[in-house]
């Protein structure tokens, strides 16, 4: 069974600082997906980004990025020039690549961030 | 384009009652799931389905049954509720094609359930 490891509950920055956040994970398998998700007070879960174990390139989406370390099996988001929106809780998650496609998500325990002005 | 609907989302239920968590979704997406979050969690699986007409159990399917008649809508539903269901519903769905990348789950707004 994979277990995804979030070892930060709490975390704030300045705003317009960096912040990183960091997620390890433990597997078997060679295949698979890692993904940021963020959840703000509305409770919305919103994708923020997505890395393919297979890709060696670290994904990026606007402020957002990642470091992808497959050895180390770890996975931390990098949040640039951190705006007040940006509080929320974020979580990892991991999926495995199944062939029929019927694989879980399994979320680590999140990291609470706030952005303070 | 709505993407993922839930109803109700807000529902206080006393023990021993059932009700029904409504999910929709207008993606033309053929998987579907259910997650529950409880205070402080991350996500729990409950059920699954891959189509319609096929579903299966998560990592937590007890006190639940599920039903996929149609592509659009997976409703959860709640019999003789208990205390322990108190939690923070979540329905997702995404798309799968065999042989191409796995896809993205696209989440629901959610449902704050109450069992008093």
């Known amino acids: 069974a994979q277990t995804v490891t979030q070892s930060q509950p709490e975390m704030s920055v300045q705003e317009a600082e960096t912040v990183t956040l960091s997620c390890t994970y433990d597997t078997s398998e060679n295949n698979y997906y890692l993904f940021w998700y963020k959840q703000p007070p509305s409770r919305q879960m919103i994708l923020v980004i997505r890395q393919e174990a297979y890709k060696q390139q670290n994904a990026t989406e606007n402020r957002f990025s990642v470091n992808f370390q497959k050895a180390a099996k770890s996975f931390s988001l990098k949040i640039s020039d951190s705006q007040l929106g940006d509080t929320a809780m974020y979580f990892c998650?991991?999926?495995?690549?199944?062939?029929?496609?019927?694989?879980?998500?399994?979320f680590g325990t999140g990291t609470r961030l706030t952005i303070i002005p | 384009n709505a993407g993922v609907t839930q109803t109700p989302k807000f529902r206080i239920l006393k023990i021993g009652q059932s009700m029904t968590l409504q999910c929709t979704q207008d993606?033309?997406?053929?998987?579907m799931y259910w997650y529950r979050q409880d205070p402080g969690m991350g996500l729990k699986l409950i059920y699954y389905?891959?189509?319609?007409?096929?579903?299966d159990k998560g990592e937590v399917p007890n006190g639940y049954n599920v039903s996929r008649s149609t592509t659009e809508d997976f409703p959860l539903r709640l019999e003789l509720a208990a205390p322990s269901q108190t939690s923070v519903y979540f329905c997702?769905?995404?798309?799968?094609?065999?042989?191409?990348?796995?896809?993205?789950?696209?989440f629901g707004p959610g449902t704050r359930l109450t069992v008093l």
């Open positions: 998650a991991f999926m495995k690549h199944g062939v029929e496609g019927n694989e879980k998500l399994t």
């Open positions: 993606m033309n997406h053929n998987y």
């Open positions: 389905s891959v189509g319609a007409g096929i579903t």
């Open positions: 997702a769905s995404s798309y799968f094609q065999r042989g191409a990348s796995t896809d993205t789950q696209y």
